[in-house]
């Protein structure tokens, strides 16, 4: 734990909450249901947060621990040794290459699972972002999923509201 996971979580909590307050009462002039993006978001937010707690703090672990560390390690890579990163993310590293990691935790699932590797790799960019923080990246991709949900709440409505 660093100086990022302490002052980055806040930061983008509060940034991404006037982004959408902003947002739903300049929406909500011409549409009435902008009323619920704030609590969806609010939700969603909360629930990213809730499941990140519960994973570290009473399973000790699990696969979205485990998608964190593998990009935490990635984005290492990337700050300590670039050529190696980019063969891991553009690359197909197998066995013989987890050595290139240089990692601290054991749990190897992505020498063994290509789509598990994708979907740590896909984290990367957004780690980078949020400064290796996991509940800051937590929070902005509950940000970024909640956009597309409210997208399809917003056609379900058009669709079938009387």
């Given at each position: ?39 969806g ?47 891991l ?13 240089n990692?601290?935790?054991?749990f ?14 896909c ?40």
């Open positions: 734990m660093d100086i990022f996971d302490i002052l980055l979580p806040p930061f983008y909590l509060v940034l991404i909450l006037l982004i959408g307050y902003k947002y739903s009462t300049k929406k909500s002039r011409a549409n009435k249901v902008y009323k619920y993006f704030m609590p978001l609010l939700a969603k937010i909360a629930g990213a947060v809730l499941l990140g707690l519960v994973y570290q703090f009473y399973y000790g672990g699990g696969d979205t621990i485990n998608y964190y560390q593998t990009s935490f390690t990635l984005v290492n890579v990337l700050y300590d040794n670039p050529n190696d990163f980019f063969f993310f553009f690359g197909d590293p197998g066995m013989s290459d987890y050595y290139l990691m990692s601290t935790f054991s190897t699932y992505w020498v063994n699972d290509p789509y598990a590797f994708f979907v740590a790799k984290f990367v960019p957004i780690l980078i972002v949020c400064g290796k923080s996991y509940m800051a990246s937590a929070i902005l991709v509950a940000s970024i999923c909640y956009l597309a949900v409210w997208r399809l709440f917003l056609v379900m409505y058009s669709e079938f509201a009387v």
